[in-house]
């Protein structure tokens, strides 16, 4: 069931943080005709240039890591900016796909996809079956319906198009702009700029009490790849087995990672979304896939990599 190493693979979004790892990773398996296109040189939300991309490259595998992605305000903000993109993006790639016959599609979800009173940990029979958070209603809404557009193009025309869902990711390449990135790397730059600065206090949103589940983006990596291999079904499969800690356990790490020593404020006028967020990793994990990377070791590297690329 092992895809064939010198399989045409097109990653999309491969200059984002899960597309590099999605990259390495593949190299390191030993493929060698991977495929891809930045943002500059090709619109994917543009169908025609979506399908004249695809036509040409003739790409046997395709993995869509690419999306518009942001914070919770960015999210909150701008729903319909979150929606329309991303619901462009996969469409013409999953459409693209069943065109040009692609051997396998596998497509990236999100743990934002589940309902946000959904019991815990969160199984994949969660889906759909609760009002979302409302935070980020826009982005989730979209995803799930990457989802079930891959599952509609199975069923219909056979085709071996999968989703996964990972849980919250951090690593190597992430995005440090304000209003574009997510928790861990907006924490980093701020405790590292006012470690820097000598502030006397940071102001963190919310309440802290919300709790995380955390991945190293090259786990996630390396758990695409195990399944490009050994998955094949209509349903989603989570990728997760991170750590899990609250929002104010988180600060107080990264507070010690970066040395600063100011005091935290909180500013519980400011939404605290989800309320908890743990992927339940069972199935992925019955079929021998587990991640190896320690939160301690991915938190320092991540450190590390903003010292070197961001400060």
Known sequence: MSLPR????????????????????????GFTKLIGRTRAELDLRDPAATQTFLAAE???????????????????????????????????????????GARKLLFLGSSCMYP???????????????????????????KLAGWK???????????????????????????????RSHVIPALIAKYHQAKAEGTA???????????????????????CMFLLDHYSKADPINIAGGTELSIRELNEQIAALTTYSGAVEWDTEKPDGMPRKLLDD?????????????FADGLEQAYADYCERVA
């Open 6 to 29: 010198d399989s045409k693979v097109y990653i999309a979004g491969h200059q984002g943080m899960v597309g590099r790892a999605l990259w390495r990773a593949m190299e390191t398996a």
């Open 58 to 100: 003739q790409p046997e595998v395709i993995i869509i890591a690419a999306a518009k992605v942001g914070g919770i305000e960015a999210n909150r903000t701008q729903p319909a900016d979150f929606f329309f993109d991303n619901q462009q993006i996969q469409t013409n790639l999953i459409h693209g796909a069943h065109r040009l």
């Open 116 to 142: 946000r009173e959904a019991a815990q940990p969160l199984t994949e029979s969660a889906l759909c079956s609760g009002p979302l958070e409302p935070t980020n209603e826009g982005y989730a809404t979209a």
């Open 149 to 179: 557009m891959c599952q509609a193009y199975r069923q219909q025309h056979g085709h071996d198009f999968i989703t996964a869902i990972p849980t919250n990711l951090f690593g190597l390449f992430d995005h440090y702009e304000p209003g």
């Open 201 to 223: 206090s940071v102001t963190n949103w919310g309440s802290g009490a919300p709790q995380r589940e955390f991945l190293n983006v090259d786990d996630a990596a390396a758990g």
């Open 282 to 294: 069972s199935r992925l994990q019955a079929m021998g896939w587990a991640p190896k990377m320690s």
